[in-house]
């Protein structure tokens, strides 16, 4: 969600905000906004509503270039060095959380925390 709220002053072009990075509070208020509710857990992508997957392979974003090597590994084709594009400085994404801010995004995510394992 972090990463989502960054991501979306980026593309509003809201330059002041980009540079001074994100503060908490505008973090809490989009999660307690509209916009954060749109969000589609991913696990809807990968398995149909019985819970049967339609994939053979979820890799995570968090260790991209692992899971890219295991994929290239698996479908016979050479490895190459992934870059990293549209990265932001804003830090390490528990900072901007609070029990109140946990709630709502253990909330709206709850099928891909449960289906990942993710924790935070």
Do not use: W
């Not at 972090?2 to 001074?20: H, L």
């Not at 509503?49 to 090597?69: A, C, I, L, P, S």
């Amino acid at each position: 969600m972090v990463s989502r709220r960054y991501y979306q002053m980026f593309v509003n072009g809201d330059e002041k905000a980009r540079d001074r990075g994100l503060a908490f509070k505008d973090f809490e208020e989009f999660l307690g906004s509209d916009r954060s509710r749109l969000v589609i857990n991913q696990s809807r992508y990968f398995h149909n509503k019985f819970g049967k997957n339609m994939v053979d392979f979820v890799g995570r974003f968090e260790n991209f270039q692992e899971q890219f090597d295991q994929v290239c590994d698996k479908i016979g084709i050479d490895k190459i060095e992934l870059s990293h594009l549209n990265s932001s400085p804003r830090g390490e994404y528990r900072q901007y959380y609070n029990d109140k801010t946990k709630k709502i995004v253990e909330k709206a995510c709850k099928d891909d925390i449960m289906r990942y394992g993710y924790k935070f």
